[in-house]
């Protein structure tokens, strides 16, 4: 324990002023319910004017929220904050200086999987920008997803390079990693338990006072800052393991002609002390910031601070078959589409398909890494025209997205369905085939949103994820 830094942390008193780095989907949630918290006095946010993200900056000073996807309550609270001028957003990183805590929630992406090394380039410009203006007894925490060893390595080098100051001796540092989900934001910080790690026991200290205010049911669980990275990023593969799990047992199913969410359903009942077999759901593909690359911050980490691994590590272990089994359900959906098509008489050349939700979750616009992607681009190689429909997504760089769901649907030989958007599950038969003009469409539900029976019964070639029992019944 560092008794300079505890000392200029007493002289310094409360935390009270809050800058929040970084105005996305983890970012304003946690700025507005810093600010809504009684303790604190203001928070600010950054974020940088930049061409692409500038505009957030407006709204978010006028309450309106630039997230568009369903978020119960944020906009609400935005407003309320912003009225009572307890948060402000701002590209002026000098403010900085002000502020007794600085949040990072910046993304952490991988530029290429394949050799597991990380794009650090938006949070190191972060880092600098926050260094530059750091005073003493500051508390810096990282909320963004890092490979293990970043807060105790890399973030505390630039740190300390760009203040001049020292770690745990005149400002403290911690990693508390963000546990939302896009659709539940305020719940997921008010609700989760929060994982908080400093570099020391006062930089610990320091981070819970900064998160104990704004939990509900959620309680702290402290640790050192490795091991909340270790937690973090272990929890996503683990996910991300789940979901492979029942995408690999969605695909035995159809082959062996089974309905895979009956099977779901069985082995769920299994229950009774120590026993634990609920298992997650199968779809068309993982998406969004975190599952996508998680697993290869956790691999990355063993390799950084393990040295020699003499196991299975890395796209051998079971978290990179995992990601492996997870990246290719869009290329499945790829082959549903085709043998539907084929069923219909229809080759792929040519085929007009309609691709319902672009967005990689459900009643959201996020659309990080969507998986929606990598099958329009195989889609569109094997000559076929796509026309993408998304209700919450208004623009994606390269492609078109339509509001209108009618003119997607018209003259479609093919209706897939790749998020499951509330819209969608009220699909009602005889519109789409209406729309579609054709005698026999294709419908590929890849989210288990559709009924099968009604579409097969309104002479739809019917193909799903996990659904063995429908995808080669009779053509009507």
């Not at 500038?54 to 978010?60: R, T």
């Not at 008010?190 to 026991?201: F, Q």
């Given at each position: 324990m560092s008794n300079t830094l505890q000392a200029i942390i007493n002289a310094r008193g409360p935390i009270r002023k809050i800058g929040v780095v970084g105005m996305g989907y983890v970012g304003i949630p946690a700025a507005v319910l810093f600010a809504d918290a009684p303790e604190f006095e203001s928070v600010l946010g950054f974020q940088r004017a930049s061409a692409s993200s500038?505009?957030?900056?407006?709204?978010?000073n006028r309450g309106e929220s630039p997230l568009k996807g369903e978020e119960p309550g944020l906009e609400e609270l935005l407003k309320k904050v912003v009225d009572v001028e307890r948060f402000r957003c701002t590209s002026d990183f000098s403010e900085v200086a002000g502020c007794d805590a600085v949040t990072l929630a910046i993304q952490t992406p991988f530029a290429d999987p394949k050799d597991l090394i990380p794009d650090f380039s938006a949070l190191i410009e972060g880092l600098r920008n926050v260094g530059?203006?750091?005073?003493?007894?500051?508390?810096?925490?990282?909320?963004?997803?890092?490979?293990?060893?970043?807060?105790?390595?890399?973030?505390?080098?630039?740190?300390?390079?760009?203040?001049?100051?020292?770690?745990?001796?005149?400002?403290?540092?911690?990693?508390?990693?963000?546990?939302?989900?896009?659709?539940?934001?305020?719940?997921?910080?008010?609700?989760?338990?929060?994982?908080?790690?400093?570099?020391?026991?006062?930089?610990?200290?320091?981070?819970?006072?900064?998160?104990?205010?704004?939990?509900?049911?959620?309680?702290?669980?402290?640790?050192?800052?490795?091991?909340?990275?270790?937690?973090?990023?272990?929890?996503?593969?683990f996910r991300d393991l789940q979901i492979a799990a029942a995408n690999q047992l969605a695909l035995h199913c159809e082959a062996m002609g089974v309905n895979?969410?009956?099977?779901?359903?069985?082995?769920?009942?299994l229950k009774g002390e120590g026993i634990t077999r609920a298992i997650l759901w199968p779809g068309a593909g993982v998406g969004g910031h975190c599952l996508t690359k998680d697993s290869w911050h956790l691999e990355r980490g063993a390799q950084v601070l393990g040295g020699d691994l003499w196991y299975p590590h890395?796209?051998?272990?079971?978290?990179?078959?995992?990601?492996?089994?997870?990246?290719?359900?869009?290329?499945?959906?790829?082959?549903?589409?085709?043998?539907g098509l084929r069923r219909a008489g229809k080759p792929l050349l040519g085929a007009k398909v309609a691709l319902l939700g672009w967005a990689f979750i459900q009643n959201s616009d996020d659309t990080r890494n969507t998986p929606a992607e990598p099958y329009l681009a195989a889609m569109e190689e094997a000559g076929a025209e796509v026309?993408?429909?998304?209700?919450?997504?208004?623009?994606?760089?390269?492609?078109?997205?339509?509001?209108?769901?009618?003119?997607?649907?018209?003259?479609?030989?093919?209706?897939?369905?790749?998020?499951?958007?509330?819209?969608?599950?009220?699909?009602?038969?005889?519109?789409?085939?209406?729309?579609?003009?054709?005698?026999?469409?294709?419908?590929?539900?890849?989210?288990?949103?559709?009924?099968?029976?009604?579409?097969?019964?309104?002479?739809?070639?019917?193909?799903?994820?996990?659904?063995?029992?429908?995808?080669?019944?009779?053509?009507r």
């Open positions: 500038g505009y957030k900056i407006d709204m978010l530059k203006h750091l005073t003493e007894g500051t508390l810096v925490v990282l909320e963004s997803t890092v490979t293990p060893g970043t807060t105790a390595g890399m973030a505390r080098e630039i740190l300390e390079e760009e203040s001049g100051l020292v770690a745990g001796e005149e400002f403290a540092l911690a990693h508390a990693p963000e546990r939302v989900m896009v659709g539940r934001l305020l719940r997921n910080i008010r609700e989760h338990d929060r994982i908080v790690g400093g570099i020391d026991e006062v930089s610990t200290a320091r981070a819970v006072e900064l998160y104990q205010p704004v939990l509900t049911t959620g309680k702290i669980i402290p640790m050192t800052a490795t091991a909340a990275e270790v937690t973090k990023t272990a929890e996503n593969a895979v969410y009956d099977v779901r359903a069985g082995i769920d009942s890395g796209s051998e272990s079971i978290f990179g078959v995992a990601r492996k089994i997870n990246e290719f359900m869009p290329r499945h959906m790829v082959h549903l589409t085709t043998e026309r993408v429909h998304d209700p919450y997504v208004d623009t994606y760089p390269g492609i078109e997205v339509s509001h209108d769901l009618d003119a997607t649907l018209a003259g479609a030989d093919a209706v897939v369905v790749f998020t499951g958007h509330h819209h969608y599950a009220s699909l009602e038969a005889a519109r789409v085939k209406e729309s579609s003009g054709k005698e026999h469409p294709v419908i590929v539900d890849g989210r288990n949103v559709v009924d099968p029976d009604a579409f097969i019964r309104a002479g739809f070639i019917y193909k799903g994820i996990g659904r063995g029992d429908k995808n080669n019944h009779p053509i």
